[in-house]
Nanobody, 117 residues
Framework: QVQLVESGGGLVQPGGSLRLSCVGSGFIFRAATMNWYRQAPGKEREFAASIPPAGGSTKYADSVKGRFTISRDNVRNTVSLQMNSLKPEDTAVYYC??????????WGQGTQVTVSS
C-alpha cells in the first residue's frame, strides 16, 4: 500500500522559513521522481518543485525559484522542501506526489503552510 505522509507545516511570519518533509512507503522510493505541489484557497493545485530519483536536476516553479530547495534521502525514503523568504502568497496546502507505473498519481494528505503576520 502506497503511503505519502507530509509534515512540517505551520504558521510563519513573512520572511520566515519552514522545512516540509514527506516520507514514502509501499513503493520503490529511490526509483521515483518526487514532486511537491501546493494548493492555495480558491485556486487550482500547482506544481512547486521536483527531484529525480538520484537527485541532481531539480526543477522549480518560477514563483518559488531561488527561495525553495527540494532534496531527498533515499535511505530514509524522505523528500524535503526547504522554504525560505516566505511570502503571504505561499500560503497553501502542500502535497507530496509521485507518478507510478501506468501514469497513476499518488498524493499525500497535505500539510498546511500559512504565512501571515
Amino acid at each position: 500500500q502506497v503511503q505519502l505522509v507530509e509534515s512540517g507545516g505551520g504558521l510563519v511570519q513573512p520572511g520566515g522559513s519552514l522545512r516540509l518533509s514527506c516520507v514514502g512507503s509501499g513503493f520503490i522510493f529511490r526509483a521515483a521522481t518526487m514532486n511537491w505541489y501546493r494548493q492555495a484557497p480558491g485556486k487550482e493545485r500547482e506544481f512547486a518543485a521536483s527531484i529525480p530519483p538520484a537527485g541532481g536536476s531539480t526543477k522549480y516553479a518560477d514563483s518559488v525559484k531561488g527561495r525553495f530547495t527540494i532534496s531527498r534521502d533515499n535511505v530514509r525514503n524522505t523528500v524535503s522542501l526547504q522554504m525560505n523568504s516566505l511570502k503571504p502568497e505561499d500560503t497553501a496546502v502542500y502535497y507530496c506526489n509521485f507518478v507510478g507505473y501506468g501514469g497513476q498519481g499518488y498524493w499525500g494528505q497535505g500539510t498546511q503552510v500559512t504565512v501571515s503576520s
